[in-house]
């Protein structure tokens, strides 16, 4: 299947003199953050995940200051991902506006939506939030547009083309397709990788619209043939910061289920009351040394998160 290419943004030539402005600063952006990436094409990702975590149990802790230098530092060497465990972009400009810093305020606004997809909506439902693009020039109608923009380069066919994998995932358990299914689903998964790049939320949107879950997908794929390649591509593409360490959490905890009957990354346990303990049949540095190879929080940050998202109505 050939996908197609989405039609190019057009801009209304009576856009404000603020929001041509914008645009252009936002090409411009684009065109060095190009240039950046052929520079330092070398970086890994790995290492952000785990600096973002140790942020998160900062601020989780009430060190938002400190939390803040350890984002501001980590910026200066990594793009920000606005990783949806942590939604670092959103902490870091909250937290700067709040307390004055001196930051480049309309290159992260507008990157959280052009190139991150932070939706209008999420944006104006956070008083905080809304309030910083206001002071930093931003109109309602300014953040449409970049959302319009950030809509615009979605490749729609791609998408349209996951969500009928998913659909086939879904309605071949449990049958005798299901093996057929998978094999296929995993050749036209590393097909589209390879020509189209990553199903990250720049390249088809946030796939939970479209009630799209690649990870369940990704766990079901462990007896495929070609299981090494799949997962060594996952792998390729975490470290350029497009896949996420869930994803490959599932593919390697399916595989070592169906072989071993355990858990690779070690789980936490929840009951109905809410999160028990932490169960394991091996060392827990073991599971975490496991889990930091590949980008994934420590089960301890895991309960601590929980136990924080728990107790916090407005986290």
């Given amino acids: 299947m050939e996908l197609k290419k989405t039609k190019p943004f057009i801009i209304n030539r009576k856009l404000s003199n603020f929001y041509y402005v914008l645009f252009i600063f936002y090409f411009v952006s684009c065109k060095t953050n190009q240039t950046n990436a052929g520079t330092k094409h070398e970086i890994n990702y790995i290492p952000y995940y785990l600096e973002l975590y140790k942020a998160d149990s900062l601020r989780m802790i009430g060190e938002n200051e400190e939390a803040f230098k350890k984002l501001d530092s980590l910026f200066t060497i990594y793009e920000p991902l606005n990783y949806s465990v942590t939604k670092e972009l959103v902490y870091y400009v909250k937290y700067a506006a709040s307390t004055k810093k001196n930051i480049n305020y309309k290159s992260h606004l507008t990157n959280l939506i052009a190139e991150r997809g932070y939706p209008y909506k999420w944006i104006i439902q956070d008083s905080d939030l809304m309030n910083v693009y206001i002071i930093n020039g931003f109109s309602k109608n300014d953040i449409k547009q970049l959302d319009s923009i950030f809509n615009a380069q979605i490749n729609w066919e791609y998408r349209k083309e996951l969500k009928e994998m998913f659909t086939q995932d879904q309605l071949s358990r449990g049958k005798l397709i299901e093996p057929s299914v998978d094999e296929y689903n995993a050749k036209r998964l590393i097909q589209l990788i390879t020509q189209y790049g990553y199903p990250d939320i720049k390249t088809v949107g946030r796939l939970e619209e479209d009630r799209i879950m690649l990870g369940i997908m990704y766990f079901h794929l462990s007896r495929i043939d070609n299981y ?32 071993y009957h355990q858990d690779y990354f070690g789980k936490i346990d929840r009951e109905t009351n809410g999160l028990k303990t932490i169960k394991f049949d091996v060392p827990l540095d073991t599971f975490n040394i496991r889990r930091k190879k590949y980008g994934l929080p420590s089960l301890q940050f895991a309960r601590m998160k929980y136990d924080f998202y728990k107790n916090n109505t407005n986290p």
């Fill in 228 to 259: 090494a390649g799949l997962k060594n591509l996952l792998i390729e593409k975490l470290k350029e910061g497009k896949a996420n360490p869930f994803d490959i959490e599932n593919m390697i905890t399916s595989k070592y289920l169906l072989y």
